[in-house]
């Protein structure tokens, strides 16, 4: 057969021949599609070939998928990554979803038409990322009135990562979090960005990049607890050709690469003494030096960091450079534990149910009103981010659309007893230590309110009896603390 050059072409990695075979055919009209049976031949066809798409199967000799799309995300960024799985493998590859940078995971046995479906959109979302890419390009060169057709176009593209993304109940704590970043946004200062692990510090850092005037340059992420100081000075600072063995060519570095925009440094506190004296050179002087390079580079970025840690606990212990920490901290913003904003969970877990439901090809998936409760009463020590895998873990493993609660996992289930328990007690973790006497009382209020609404199974008479509300008061609290089954 005679293909097109230009078909995007999809690696498909599975030791059945026959699955291999029943791919090719569902593929083959609309793509170049390569197959490999294992890690090794996989590798070689990608060092051979620019694969736009890999479906690897979790089952592979020797390795699981999730495991060498893993590999895949570092040596080869650009390609988008599919797992295909069986039902039983599902909890391993939600808990590598984030790790491996996951597209998409679809459930054995696959049918043909989703398939193809969700290849053709990985391949969209990939040609929108390169688009984008290219409109930040363009806004740099063009002139003043193509530069007016671009700004619109790309004002479009990036209306996904402004603050309304950010969800939360009328009436959060996180309102105010996202009224200062939005002032400070404006301003060419250093933000810093506490708070617990899947808070959602990333997206506030990307909507304060993108309601900044840098919004039409590039928001590059940088997690710096996952490599050693020297890759990621390489990383970050870029190398040139020769540096060090396996630098076969020169590299620009992320700050290079976010010249004109925002470089966002993940888990800043978990940097070392060393790399923290490079990091500051740089931020001082506003000039990169790449690994072997004779001469510096400018760079004009605008630095966001983040960390889990308590800051300013590490400098007083001497972990963390006390010079650096100025540097980074022109404004703190303190993003507060879903803990500490119950009310927020019914109005994100909606969201994620939609974001999840239409990445796993089931965009009609609903939570039911159980389900939601007890969501509700769990206290979330993983913030969204668990959330988020408890919403994808609940929606692959429900039959129905209608997700209900006996899908979610038993400690998420068992948690309702959790927090009526910390609801009762004066040393609840559950009990909000930030914020003002009023935004506490209101955080009380709504745990309170949620707690009697699940006991009786949100039957909104019994509640309100309980607690001396009319049945119209009591709506009004629901609506107000997005209680709203
Ligand atoms: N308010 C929110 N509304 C909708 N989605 C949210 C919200 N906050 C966080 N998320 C989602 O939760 C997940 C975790 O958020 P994010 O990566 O920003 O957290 P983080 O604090 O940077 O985590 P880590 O410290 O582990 O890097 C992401 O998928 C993000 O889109």
Redesign the pocket.
Same mark, same amino acid.
């Given at each position: 057969m005679n293909l097109p050059d230009n078909l995007p072409s999809v690696l498909v990695v599975d030791d059945e021949v026959r699955s291999q075979e029943a791919m090719r055919r569902t593929l083959d009209e609309d793509f170049m599609v390569f197959t490999a049976s294992d890690a090794d031949a996989a590798r070689l066809c990608m060092e051979r070939n620019p694969i736009s798409v890999i479906l690897c199967d979790q089952r592979m000799p020797g390795l699981t998928g999730v495991l060498f799309l893993k590999e895949v995300r570092e040596r080869w960024p650009d390609t988008v990554r599919i797992v295909i799985s069986g039902y039983t493998d599902s909890e391993d590859i939600i808990a590598g979803i984030n790790e491996a940078g996951i597209y998409q995971y679809i459930l054995k046995p696959w049918v043909p038409d989703h398939l193809l479906a969700t290849v053709r959109n990985a391949v969209e979302a990939q040609n929108l990322q390169r688009d984008t890419n290219r409109l930040h390009l363009e806004l740099r060169t063009s002139t003043p009135v193509l530069r007016q057709r671009t700004q619109a176009k790309l004002s479009k593209a990036r209306s996904v990562f402004d603050f309304d993304?950010?969800?939360?109940a009328p009436g959060s704590p996180?309102d105010a979090v996202c009224e200062v970043a939005m002032r400070v946004a404006r301003y060419d200062l250093s933000v810093l960005v506490l708070?617990?692990?899947?808070?959602?510090?990333?997206?506030?850092a990307r909507a304060v990049h993108y309601a900044s005037p840098r919004a039409a340059g590039a928001f590059v992420v940088e997690?710096c607890a996952a490599m050693p100081d020297t890759l990621l000075e390489s990383e970050l600072f870029g190398h040139k050709r020769g540096a060090f063995t396996g630098a076969y060519e020169d590299h620009p570095g992320l700050f290079q690469r976010a010249h004109g925009g925002t470089v966002f440094l =993940?888990?800043i506190g978990e940097t070392s003494p060393a790399f923290q004296v490079r990091l500051l050179r740089v931020l001082q002087e506003g000039e990169v030096r790449p690994v072997g390079a004779a001469h510096p580079v400018p760079v004009d970025v605008r630095v966001v960091a983040?960390t889990?840690r308590d800051l300013e606990q590490r400098v007083r212990e001497g972990l963390f450079r006390e010079d650096l920490y100025y540097r980074i901290a022109g404004i703190t913003i303190t993003?507060p534990p879903l803990r500490e904003r119950a009310g =927020?969970i019914a109005p994100?877990a909606r969201?994620?149910v939609r974001e999840v439901g239409a990445e796993l090809g089931r965009p009609d998936a609903s939570l039911s009103d159980e389900a939601l409760a007890c969501l509700m009463g769990y206290p979330w020590p993983g913030?969204?981010?668990e959330?988020?895998n408890e919403i994808a873990r609940a929606i692959a493993i429900s039959d129905s659309d209608a997700i209900a609660a006996q899908s979610l996992s038993s400690r998420v289930l068992h948690g309702q007893a959790g927090l009526a328990s910390a609801a009762a007690s004066t040393h609840g973790s559950a009990l909000p230590r930030t914020g003002t006497l009023s935004e506490r009382l209101d955080a009380i209020e709504a745990m309170v309110l949620r707690e009697t609404l699940l006991r009786h199974r949100w039957n909104k008479t019994r509640s309100a009896t309980e607690l001396g509300l009319s049945r119209v008061g009591l709506r009004g609290k629901m609506a107000r603390f997005g209680l709203e089954g």
């Amino acid at each position: 057969m005679n293909l097109p050059d230009n078909l995007p072409s999809v690696l498909v990695v599975d030791d059945e021949v026959r699955s291999q075979e029943a791919m090719r055919r569902t593929l083959d009209e609309d793509f170049m599609v390569f197959t490999a049976s294992d890690a090794d031949a996989a590798r070689l066809c990608m060092e051979r070939n620019p694969i736009s798409v890999i479906l690897c199967d979790q089952r592979m000799p020797g390795l699981t998928g999730v495991l060498f799309l893993k590999e895949v995300r570092e040596r080869w960024p650009d390609t988008v990554r599919i797992v295909i799985s069986g039902y039983t493998d599902s909890e391993d590859i939600i808990a590598g979803i984030n790790e491996a940078g996951i597209y998409q995971y679809i459930l054995k046995p696959w049918v043909p038409d989703h398939l193809l479906a969700t290849v053709r959109n990985a391949v969209e979302a990939q040609n929108l990322q390169r688009d984008t890419n290219r409109l930040h390009l363009e806004l740099r060169t063009s002139t003043p009135v193509l530069r007016q057709r671009t700004q619109a176009k790309l004002s479009k593209a990036r209306s996904v990562f402004d603050f309304d993304r950010i969800e939360r109940a009328p009436g959060s704590p996180l309102d105010a979090v996202c009224e200062v970043a939005m002032r400070v946004a404006r301003y060419d200062l250093s933000v810093l960005v506490l708070g617990e692990s899947g808070t959602g510090k990333e997206l506030l850092a990307r909507a304060v990049h993108y309601a900044s005037p840098r919004a039409a340059g590039a928001f590059v992420v940088e997690n710096c607890a996952a490599m050693p100081d020297t890759l990621l000075e390489s990383e970050l600072f870029g190398h040139k050709r020769g540096a060090f063995t396996g630098a076969y060519e020169d590299h620009p570095g992320l700050f290079q690469r976010a010249h004109g925009g925002t470089v966002f440094l =993940d888990e800043i506190g978990e940097t070392s003494p060393a790399f923290q004296v490079r990091l500051l050179r740089v931020l001082q002087e506003g000039e990169v030096r790449p690994v072997g390079a004779a001469h510096p580079v400018p760079v004009d970025v605008r630095v966001v960091a983040a960390t889990h840690r308590d800051l300013e606990q590490r400098v007083r212990e001497g972990l963390f450079r006390e010079d650096l920490y100025y540097r980074i901290a022109g404004i703190t913003i303190t993003v507060p534990p879903l803990r500490e904003r119950a009310g =927020d969970i019914a109005p994100i877990a909606r969201r994620l149910v939609r974001e999840v439901g239409a990445e796993l090809g089931r965009p009609d998936a609903s939570l039911s009103d159980e389900a939601l409760a007890c969501l509700m009463g769990y206290p979330w020590p993983g913030n969204i981010r668990e959330l988020r895998n408890e919403i994808a873990r609940a929606i692959a493993i429900s039959d129905s659309d209608a997700i209900a609660a006996q899908s979610l996992s038993s400690r998420v289930l068992h948690g309702q007893a959790g927090l009526a328990s910390a609801a009762a007690s004066t040393h609840g973790s559950a009990l909000p230590r930030t914020g003002t006497l009023s935004e506490r009382l209101d955080a009380i209020e709504a745990m309170v309110l949620r707690e009697t609404l699940l006991r009786h199974r949100w039957n909104k008479t019994r509640s309100a009896t309980e607690l001396g509300l009319s049945r119209v008061g009591l709506r009004g609290k629901m609506a107000r603390f997005g209680l709203e089954g």
